[in-house]
């Protein structure tokens, strides 16, 4: 089985694709303009105290107030707020907690107006992001997370993942991290950490250690709502979690990109480095391997199911719902419980895939085709969570009830990806006035001619749709190359299928989209000529 994260930078953040085996199984956009992602480290203050939700209102600057749930405080929450009171006053001069007095433990059932006061400061980290119209999820029981460990402040609890079955192993990694882990610290060690000797452990270790006097330094200048410690953003935060699996490559097609994922696996993974590679093709690194096309084909309302039926996929605010239809299977099994089962299965693995690709969470039901037989209800659910058992988000799958009906919780840190797949008719844009479409490279002429000859523009790159790009590009003499004859210089034409037929993006050299303002107001003077002509 292979493995391959490409990432493609654009203006408005990095799309990441994860591949297995060549076929989409993640997806992320991870866009520049979002400041609150889920591990960021924030000085909040309270706003508003909830007595009869247990529950604060907290400022992190984000236009919606965070919510905090005496719950998520977490036991160590009196020691924290000390040791931030400390930094704050410059009492506290070192980051180390090794001379630091705990200040006990908080009571578990007691109540949120007793413990938080109005504009009190506190340190919060993000658990859940803004989704729809709510703001962020905090919790005070901060953690760093690394590679194999997870530190945890004020704390001198060692705790090792239940997904390392053997006693031995469990053991052997506790006494390793007690005789590396710094004093005052607890640590979580992760599931990935089973085999591993105490160099990588240690090195890990060292990082997170890092990260937390980072923390200290702007903890002691920072103002309230300010970022005190960002999290990784998600390409390097998805290396971090996944790259301990068997991957094949790594592609980015941004050389700053490249070079900071570089830096990044010689701290984590020297051995690792060989597996980046920067995409330097003409064709566009979403489009060589095929995932725009796979982007536009599952993240529809239908989704096809491999080998016959169909999932029509529906989103509402309080949860997701999925419907299994049968399609052309219908008629070819003779047994109608035959059918269903063999429909059920293959619809399965194609939802735990959904479930995974667009990162819905919260509550999912899944109507599937009815079936009389317990055994046929427990084999499809088998699959199911066979299939999710390699899914990082938490999840529980119910039994499918005598109905068809399984529902599924998976745990939501962020929204769920959401991909327009449909297209406004390239002809229309919608309205239902038609203009003729060849006018389309007449518009794009006139574009050219004005970025290359009133703008002086060069290393110019017009994306259209394929249609467009053989019409440009093909023929002894194409009409790209009639260009480079009238103008002497050329301009690279590249293949977009996101385009509609009747629309271009126009790019300069450094990658950035040009405005044709101009080129519009040349298309109007073209159109009002032909008007003329035709009076």
């Known amino acids: 089985m292979s493995n391959e994260l490409i990432i493609n930078s654009t203006q408005d953040g990095e799309r990441i694709a994860l591949l297995q085996d060549k076929r989409l199984i993640e997806y992320h956009f991870d866009r520049n303009d979002t400041n609150y992602s889920v591990g960021d480290i ?16 907290i400022d992190i600057g984000y236009q919606k107030d965070a919510f905090l749930h005496y719950g998520d405080l977490g036991e160590n929450f009196p020691s924290l707020n000390k040791w931030v009171k400390g930094v704050h006053s410059q009492k506290i001069a070192v980051g180390p907690l090794k001379t ?9 059932v007691g109540k949120i107006a007793d413990t938080l006061k109005k504009s009190q400061q506190l340190l919060v980290q993000i658990i859940k992001e803004p989704i729809s119209t709510k703001g962020p999820r905090l919790s005070t029981d901060i953690s760093m997370a690394g590679r194999y460990l997870v530190l945890v402040p004020f704390s001198n609890t060692i705790s090792v993942s239940k997904k390392i079955v053997s006693r031995t192993e469990r053991e ?11 004093d005052n610290f607890g640590v979580i060690i992760r599931t990935v950490a089973e085999g591993r000797e105490v160099a990588e452990l240690d090195k890990d270790m060292q990082s997170m250690v890092d990260n ?31 790259l301990n699996e068997s991957f094949d490559s790594i592609i ?4 700053p990109m490249y070079e900071e994922m570089r830096s990044y696996l010689q701290k984590i993974a020297p051995d690792k480095v060989g597996l980046l590679k920067l995409h330097s093709g003409k064709v566009k690194v979403f489009e060589h391997h095929g995932i725009e096309k796979q982007l536009k084909s599952l993240f529809g309302k ?36 035959a059918t269903a089962l063999m429909v059920n299965m293959l619809a399965a693995k194609e939802i735990a895939r959904q479930l995974r690709l667009r990162d819905m969470g919260g509550i999912i039901v899944v109507d599937f085709i009815d079936m009389k037989s317990a055994e046929s209800r427990k084999k499809v659910e088998d699959v199911v969570k066979d299939v999710m058992k390699h899914d990082k988000a938490r999840f529980t799958v119910l039994p499918i009830t005598k109905f068809g009906l399984l529902q599924i919780t998976r745990q939501r840190v962020r929204p769920a990806e959401s991909i327009v797949t449909g297209e406004v008719c ?71 299928t996101s385009l509609g037929i009747t629309e271009y993006r126009i790019e300069d050299e450094y990658g950035e989209e040009i405005e044709l303002h101009s080129a519009a107001a040349a298309m109007s003077r073209l159109q009002d000529r032909e008007v003329e002509i035709i009076d």
């Open 42 to 57: 924030f000085l909040g203050t309270v706003k508003k105290v909830m007595p009869g939700l247990n529950a604060a209102f």
């Open 100 to 108: 630091f007095q705990f200040d006990g433990q908080l009571d578990k």
């Open 172 to 182: 052997r990694l506790k006494r390793l991290i007690a005789s590396i882990k710094p």
């Open 212 to 242: 937390w006097n980072q923390l200290f330094q702007t903890l002691r200048k920072a103002k309230p709502n300010d970022k005190v410690l960002g999290e990784l953003g998600r390409s390097s935060s998805m290396l971090r979690d996944m």
């Open 252 to 255: 980015v097609d941004s050389p």
């Open 302 to 337: 239908t989704v096809t199911v491999p080998g016959g039926g169909y999932l029509v996929i529906e989103h509402t605010e309080a949860l997701h719902v999925v419907d299994v239809n049968s399609g052309n299977k219908s008629n070819q099994e003779g047994d109608q419980e």
């Open 426 to 496: 390239p002809t229309c844009g919608g309205t239902g006035k038609i203009s003729a479409s060849i006018l389309v490279t007449d518009e794009i002429d006139n574009s050219i001619e004005d970025l290359l000859v009133t703008q002086n523009q060069s290393g110019v790159t017009l994306n259209v749709h394929p249609f467009l790009h053989a019409y440009y590009t093909k023929g002894l003499v194409s009409r790209q190359m009639k260009w480079y004859l009238k103008y002497y210089k050329w301009v690279k034409v590249m293949k977009d």
